[in-house]
């Protein structure tokens, strides 16, 4: 961990956590593991950015309107708060995305933050050159989140530890991890 990294955790939501509406195998294992990279990156004054899915009540994401997913994550509703036990700093940027009637976004780098910038410009706008991301799910939106991140010119680091995947077809989750490795982030378990 050095100036210009930045962490992002991608949508550690009640909905994807056991007891959701789209849970995650054991999702709220992350918890505790992301509360440590939190109070790193707290603690060397480096940026901390969660992501969020923030659907509307109608979209084509969900089953009932054509899509693969059962409703979860609406605006407003207690499954789209983040997990009660994150301890994310008051100064933690969010990024919300999903919010279209006709989108999937998968991806943290298709959101805006409460202010409308994109997450990009965001990072660069810190001077952010390398990310370290975890949350949730592995093969949606983690995956999209880092091949993009990628794409958008950074570095990024996958942290392993602190991630866990939907698993729709099994071993989506590892495929997931092996295309990112080869489109080049860096894996790291126990990064700190
Ligand atoms: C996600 C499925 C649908 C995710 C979001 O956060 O990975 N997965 N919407
Ligand atoms: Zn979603």
């Not at 109070?39 to 992501?51: D, Q």
Request: one cysteine or more; charged letters at 25%.
């Amino acid at each position: 961990m050095q100036a210009k990294d930045a962490l992002v955790v991608v949508d550690v939501q009640n909905d994807f956590c056991p007891g959701g509406s789209l849970a995650v195998t054991d999702g709220d294992k992350v918890v505790p593991v992301l509360n440590r990279y939190i109070a790193r990156f707290k603690a060397g004054n480096l940026p901390i950015v969660a992501t969020r899915d923030w659907h509307p009540e109608k979209t084509s994401h969900f089953k009932a309107h054509g899509g693969v997913w059962p409703a979860h994550c609406v605006q407003g509703t207690r499954g789209a708060e983040f997990h009660p036990d994150l301890r994310l700093p008051s100064d933690a940027v969010i990024v919300a995305k999903g919010m279209g009637a006709d989108e999937d976004s998968y991806s943290g780098f298709q959101g805006l933050s409460d202010r409308g910038v994109k997450l990009a410009d965001l990072l660069r706008s810190l001077g952010v050159e390398r990310i370290f991301v975890g949350g949730l799910a592995t093969d949606y939106c983690v995956k999209h989140t880092v091949l993009d991140g990628l794409r958008e010119g950074f570095k990024v680091v996958l942290l392993e530890d602190a991630i866990r995947g939907v698993d729709l077809k099994p071993g989506d989750s590892e495929r997931a991890i092996a295309e990112m490795a080869q489109a080049g982030a860096e894996k790291r378990q126990g990064a700190y």
